[in-house]
């Protein structure tokens, strides 16, 4: 697994990519920087790859890193988005699978101003 580390504003998590092509994409990339939006509790922002679906995913868990296809975007999952089902977190599309979250996801529930969102190597 690839260590990275993702600062949104004065968040900052640390995660794990996986051995997708899609991740070792966004590895290559780094480090890059975005503007992050929300739809529900996820956030997502445009990231500098482009990747063909890749065993793309309707439902995902709390703690997972997508690339979102469509949209050219690294997604976080840290709860239900407006799609979900009362069992189910739903991205607004399939999403490429490429890392989790390995520290608290629970701290993006306190973010008040998003700011700008970096990732980079981790350690």
Known sequence: ?????????????????????????IWDALPFEGNPL?????????????????????????GDLAFWPPGNALCIFYGKTPASSEDDIIPASPVNMVGRVTSD?????????LGRARVEKGM
């Open 38 to 62: 929300t739809w529900g509790d996820e956030i997502y922002f445009r990231i500098p790859i482009g990747a063909d679906p890749e065993d793309p995913k309707p439902v995902v868990n709390i």
């Open 1 to 25: 697994m690839k260590k990275v580390t993702i600062r949104i504003g004065e968040i900052t998590l640390e995660a794990e990519l996986n051995e997708t092509k899609t991740a070792q994409q």
């Open 105 to 113: 996801i629970g701290v993006l529930r306190d973010i008040v101003k």
